[in-house]
């Protein structure tokens, strides 16, 4: 069972509002959680203490919600708190990432899931950024749009027809004859390169070497940055990189620095690679990882650095669970 919780505002205290306020917020929830009504086990409403005409609950009730069990509750009088709110609880019996919807005035209550929002997410190989960013779109029921996997099919391309990736004519070249595409199945993003989906032959590790050297070309990574800022303006999403917050998105709402001890980086990575049946010399990946880093910590093209108002979090001793929630909590502090 799961919860999905909910939040409105009516603009004055009267039967119709509450009635109208609670049918809008039930069928939003409804729609975004894909839910029917015999998977709803209860509801539970809560109002603040300016709202007398009509009970919440009844509301529901009016507008189909009959097999489940409601309640209503008063909450108590609170300084400076949202005045003319009405609050929900749905149990659910279903197995879903729970997308809770905020509407109206109560949208100041969680701007972070409410409207539109980016999420920038940097830091070296290993860091746990791709992980934590897919983990964060999935909970906050957004976009997750892997920017590295455009320079690594470029990469790819490149190692395919023998080019050398250091001459920047070269690779320009190259780009004008290659067809790059980023599709979305099932909330989970695919990359297409010339019409074949590379999305597991781009993690290689030959190829994410070659992508460091493809993506410090100016004239590539405008051509890329270009289409990753068209996607991010026009719906919320989750963006990991290594100039996410300093280039691509300066103005995010949200930024964050990950990074971990090389020798914890390296491991992680060893071990990615391991459960794909990669078998990967342990030192010569993390020599290869350092030598990344310091190229692209160095290149004159939107090196890899900390945002100056990007939060930063040492993953090394951290779950991902413990990164998730460090950040979700950092978010919420700032709205």
Not at 79 to 93: A, S, W
Request: proline share 2%.
């Amino acid at each position: 069972m799961i919860v999905i919780r909910g939040a409105t505002t009516i603009a004055s205290d009267t039967k119709e509002e509450i009635q109208r306020a609670v049918s809008e917020l039930l069928e939003q929830i409804e729609s975004r959680n894909s839910l029917k009504r015999d998977e709803v086990v209860s509801l539970v409403f809560s109002s603040t203490s300016d709202i007398h005409s009509y009970y919440p609950a009844k509301a529901a009730r009016e507008a189909g919600f009959i097999g489940c069990s409601l309640f209503s509750a008063q909450e108590p009088d609170i300084d400076g708190g949202l005045p003319l709110c009405i609050r929900c609880m749905l149990f659910v019996e279903k197995n879903i990432s729970p997308s809770h919807v905020y509407l109206r005035g109560a949208k100041v209550l969680r701007k972070d899931i409410a409207g539109k929002i980016n999420i920038a997410i940097d830091g070296p190989a290993g860091s746990g950024k791709s992980t934590v960013a897919k983990r964060l779109a999935k909970e906050y029921n957004i976009l997750y749009l892997d920017t590295g996997a455009m320079y690594r099919a470029c990469a790819l391309k490149g190692l395919e027809e023998g080019i050398d990736l250091n001459d920047e004519a070269a690779v320009v070249a190259l780009m004008r004859d290659v067809k790059l595409d980023v599709v979305y199945e099932n909330g989970v993003q695919r990359t297409l390169l010339d019409g074949r989906d590379v999305s597991e032959a781009i993690r290689e590790n030959a190829v994410s070497l070659a992508s460091s050297t493809v993506s410090k070309h100016a004239s590539v990574r405008m051509h890329l940055v270009e289409k990753q800022r068209e996607i991010a303006g026009k719906m919320s999403c989750v963006l990991d990189g290594r100039d996410i917050g300093t280039f691509v998105l300066p103005d995010a709402d949200f930024k964050f620095y990950l990074t971990a001890s090389p020798d914890v980086r390296a491991r992680r990575r060893h071990e990615e690679l391991k459960a794909k049946g990669m078998e990967v010399d342990f030192e010569t990946l993390k020599a290869e990882m350092i030598r990344r880093d310091e190229q692209d910590m160095n290149r004159a093209i939107a090196p890899l650095k900390q945002a100056e108002d990007a939060v930063r979090i040492d993953t090394s001793d951290m779950t991902i669970d413990e990164v998730v929630e460090t950040i979700k909590r950092a978010m919420q502090e700032k709205i």
